[in-house]
């Protein structure tokens, strides 16, 4: 299986190469466009190029400053028409034919003219698809012919310079759009999807992308890097409300099922929409899941949303949930805000889980080896509600969030594990049985303004929050343990004890940022251009936890109390963190070539903390205070090239201190909660501070010109504690019984490394090919003592993942990608084994509309582990298909676990440990779904997207309109440049 990806790459490796440029068969069109009358260069001039024969868009430039644009890869032997517009100025045209003699046509300077006034009528035979308005990019969908199902994504996809990437990404020229909007608001959350994948493509009026600040960020240092690219759908003014949505349900075999049902609405002040959904094959069932499954797409690239069979155990979900949306203003603006959000949802889970455990503990010329056995049965019920209110406008920011949640819980599990060293012998074997359940409910509030006037006279610009929060459970438990020690008799153990416990938690914190500083302290005095912002964060938390233990008292036939473990605590801890943070800004920039800028920044910061514990044990009782110099620093790069690349690279430092919590100091020795690992903590701890540095570097092609993307990031991360705390361990022989004490050792190191690179292709005919590699490292050297031998254990992280995403224009698409996970300690003592661990993982993705409505797909995820020598092969099919005249209704056949061979797998490592996990999960069932998809656009609308786009854009009927003066506005017309 592991041969699948090197299969998939040398079958695409032709269209691989193809994608390059071919400089025997294409050649390129360029030239500089200027004012006739004035001679200088024309900024946002939209040019478009098209082919001739069928009217199909190639390509589009937005001259920069200098008026300059390139066209490459101009097949030879195809007329093509170049339009020029330009808002005021009289547009051009031309048609161009490059062969092996004439592979270039350079139009050196292209002249256009100001439009006078009213003009005479104007035959327009094309819309222009996109232009720029200032500075946002305009897409205009009537420039698309496409089916009359079609969605917005259906029309991205065709446009140049915008890629859909396999994994739901959006990036135009390179760039990542951050959010989706529209009308200027979210629409149904933060997933893209929920717009592109709904919004039929004739509602559309225009799609705009521009910058704009991020503002969950105060941007007093104006950081480029701190800007979001966000894209906003415009719907028509008749589209501009309407309903969508899903209902479905599914019968199998194993007595497999499976109902949903969603209900999303909108108009142009409210949006809200509500979900149900119950299942028995670990669908897992959230709002915003609901809702992104109700998508209108043919077909789902990634199959999300199906029975998950990586889930442990068989889930049995029942979900009802829903949110609305009111926006008291109905600009259209994202800039500025008035909406107020509500949302709640119910879930019931139900869980049966079997899972075995083998474990090897690396001790002093030993290994121990346990096989572990459990099984648990789990019900949940869980209730969360929100109401948040925000309004935004160009200066202020004020916000109120507040949340609910309950539940309640009970679960009943047995477990059983046996010891033994590495030749066989058993040491010990232990078994657990235990009931539980519990409550537990919540609250929590928290409220924001922030002041953000730019004029650097205003002295009030400054920010402020406040938080608060509230909840209580309470739990009842019941274990029975009983232990065995093959070796001395005296170590077994047997306990039958119940646990009543209650516990509750309060927080609230206030926080506070002052930006004008510098103008408060110094006037008109520059200070060299350093910005200097005030900080101070406030806390104060309290937690109770009253915990009653008793023991079974076989003579008695009651429980009787335990004294030794019965106990109340308390937790009360009170923080101040202020600091004053300096930076300074360099920029450069040069015409529209380039744009640079550098930031360099200083956090001084001190932090204050008393903590103090009461409990019924006198030797819990602590009343600790601290104090420490937490600072930090940082360097941030950005380099533009317009129309070229940017680089992004930032470099930070800081220092984190951490205190012994009372359980590590002073903990409650319980030995039936673990009988294999007993933590005897230490009263002597110190805290810890953490150094560390912090590097990320970031490259993205951004060249519209290109029908190739690219992009790469680096990044890394090191660390170093002093005082860090450790354990040292001393293993029993007899028993495998793990005994801790914790102390505090400097060298504790922590590394780690990461590399993610992407490309994309587009090929011909609505063809995408799609690369992506990650690879990441990890790696913590910590000192600890093993059986009174000091030794420095690392342990190792190592993950490379490719993958390969083909799309088929409108036929479907291919995925494929291969992970190897893997996993090591080392150990600088003799006396101490080193442990290793790979996973490969193996997964394929087809989905095939070899007819039109009709949608065939298959996934398939191969895990193999060199550690147990264990393997899984999940394979599923599934065949789709669409019916009735608008496409709403939809049955579908589900073959899952064809082979029967799936079963999870999981591998976790330690310093000085390392275990591999199998648990059950769904097996082979085969499942027939039918849903139906409502929906309507607008009034008096036609479901489904309505019937067409005859007589709207280019390959449709042609129009003729009256043209008046408004310049730029369509091709075709008098030319009045020269070249």
Do not use: C
């Not at 002052?514 to 912002?533: C, D, E, P, T």
């Amino acid at each position: 299986m592991r041969i699948l990806i090197t299969a998939l790459f040398i079958a695409f490796l032709p269209s691989l190469l193809l994608a390059q440029k071919d400089t025997t068969r294409s050649g390129s069109i360029t030239g500089i466009v200027k004012d006739s009358a004035d001679d200088y260069a024309l900024q946002s001039v939209t040019i478009t190029l098209y082919k001739k024969s069928d009217s199909s868009l190639v390509n589009y430039h937005i001259t920069g400053e200098d008026g300059a644009f390139t066209f490459n890869d101009i097949p030879f032997f195809t007329p093509v028409n170049i339009n020029f517009s330009f808002t005021g100025y009289n547009p051009f045209s031309k048609t161009i034919t490059l062969d092996s003699t004439n592979r270039s046509f350079n139009f050196k300077n292209l002249f256009l003219a100001k439009s006078q006034g009213t003009m005479d009528e104007v035959v327009v035979k094309a819309v222009v698809p996109i232009t720029m308005n200032g500075d946002t990019l305009e897409i205009n969908p009537a420039a698309f012919k496409l089916d009359s199902n079609a969605v917005v994504e259906d029309m991205l996809r065709r446009v140049p310079g915008v890629t859909m990437w396999g994994d739901g990404t959006i990036t135009v020229n390179g760039r990542k759009v951050n959010n989706v909007y529209v009308d200027g608001k979210p629409f149904f959350g933060s997933d893209p999807a929920m717009a592109t994948q709904n919004l039929p493509k004739n509602a559309i009026e225009k799609i705009q992308v521009y910058k704009e600040t991020d503002y969950s960020k105060d941007n007093i240092d104006d950081n480029p890097a701190d800007s979001m690219l966000t894209m906003n759908i415009k719907l028509r003014e008749d589209k501009k409300f309407g309903y969508f949505g899903k209902a479905g349900a599914g019968i199998g075999t194993d007595d497999r099922y499976e109902f949903d049902g969603s209900g999303l609405a909108y108009n142009k002040k409210m949006r809200g929409g509500i979900a149900a959904s119950m299942n028995n094959i670990n669908k897992s069932a959230g709002l915003q899941e609901m809702f992104q499954q109700s998508t209108y797409r043919n077909y789902n690239p990634n199959n999300r949303y199906v029975a998950n069979f990586g889930s442990n155990g068989i889930n049995r979900v029942l979900f009802l949930g829903g949110s609305m949306q009111y926006d008291f203003s109905q600009t259209n603006n994202s800039r500025f805000n008035n909406q107020l959000r509500a949302n709640y949802d119910f879930r019931n889970t139900r869980n049966f889980t079997t899972s075995t455990t083998d474990s090897r503990n690396s001790a002093t010329d030993v290994v121990f080896l346990q096989d572990s056995r459990q099984e648990s049965t789990s019900e949940n019920n869980t209730h969360n509600a929100g109401l948040n209110y925000n309004k935004r406008d160009q200066d202020k920011d004020f916000a109120v969030n507040l949340s609910f949640n309950s539940g309640t819980s009970e679960r009943n599990s047995t477990s059983s594990s046996d010891k033994a060293i590495e030749d066989g012998t058993r040491v010990s074997e232990s078994s657990n049985a235990s009931i539980s359940q519990g409550s537990n409910n919540g609250i929590n509030f928290s409220t924001s303004f922030r002041n953000k006037d730019d004029d650097d006279r205003n002295l009030k610009s400054f920010g402020i929050n406040y938080n608060l929060g509230y909840n209580q459970s309470e739990n009842e438990s019941r274990n029975i343990t009983d232990f065995i020690s093959y070796e001395n008799a005296d170590d077994n153990r047997y306990f039958n004890r119940r646990n009543n416990s209650e516990s509750s938690s309060f927080n609230n914190s206030l926080g506070m940022n002052y930006n004008a500083l510098k103008r408060l302290l110094f006037g008109n005095f520059s200070l060299w251009n350093i910005n200097m912002v005030l900080n101070n964060n406030v806390s104060f938390s309290r937690s109770d936890v009253s915990s009653f233990v008793s023991d079974y008292d076989s003579l008695t036939g009651h429980y009787i109390g335990n004294d030794s473990l019965t106990n109340d605590n308390r937790v009360t801890r009170i923080e101040d963190r202020p600091s004053l943070r300096l930076s300074k800004n360099f920029t450069r920039r040069l015409s529209d070539r380039f744009n640079r800028y550098i930031n360099v920044s200083a956090n001084i910061q001190g932090q204050f903390l008393t903590e103090k514990n009461e409990s019924s044990f006198d030797y819990r009782n602590i009343d600790r205070s601290f104090s420490f110099f937490t600072p930090s620093a940082a360097v941030g790069y950005n380099y533009q090239r317009f129309n070229k690349y940017t680089i992004e690279a930032n470099l930070s430092g800081n220092s984190t201190p951490s205190i012994p919590s009372v359980d590590q100091l002073r903990p409650i020795i319980d030995t039936s909660t673990n009988v294999y690992n007993i933590n005897l903590g230490n009263a002597n701890l110190r805290p810890s501070v953490t150094n560390g540095v912090n590097f990320n570097f970031n490259y993205r092609r951004e060249q519209p010109s290109r029908k190739a993307d690219l992009s790469f990031e680096v990044n890394g991360a090191a660390s170093g504690v002093n005082d860090g705390i450790v354990d040292s361990s001393f293993y029993n022989r007899q028993n495998g019984r793990r005994t801790i004490y914790m102390i505090n050792m400097d060298g504790r190191r922590n590394y780690s490394a990461g590399f993610t690179g992407r490309t994309s292709f587009k090929l011909k005919n609505n063809k995408v090919l799609q690369f992506n590699y990650s690879l990441n490292y990890t790696n913590t050297t910590s000192p600890n003592y093993v059986d009174g031998l000091y030794n420095i254990a690392k342990a190792n992280g190592l993950t490379h993942n490719l993958g390969v995403f083909y799309t088929l224009g409108d036929i479907g698409n291919i995925q494929a990608s291969q992970a190897i996970n893997t996993n090591s300690s080392r150990q600088s003592s003799r006396n101490l084994q080193s442990l290793n661990a790979v996973n490969y993982i193996t997964q394929g993705n087809l989905n095939l509309s070899p007819i039109r409505d009709l949608t065939i797909s298959t996934t398939i995820n191969y895990v193999t582990n060199n550690t147990t020598n264990q393997s899984s092969t999940l394979w599923n099919a599934f065949a789709t298909y669409r019916f009735l005249p608008t496409k709403q209704a939809e049955v579908k056949l589900s073959a899952m676990d064809i082979l029967k061979k799936n079963q999870n797998i999981s591998t976790t490592a330690g310093l000085t440990n390392l275990s591999t996990t199998v648990s059950n999960g769904l097996q082979q069932f085969f499942m027939v779904t039918l849903s139906y998809y409502p929906r309507k656009f607008g009034g008096g609308g036609r479901r489904g997207g309505g019937r067409g786009e005859s007589g709207e854009g280019r390959g449709g009927e042609r129009r003729n309109f009256e043209r008046r003066g408004s310049g730029g506005g369509g091709f075709g017309g008098g030319m009045r440049g020269r070249n």
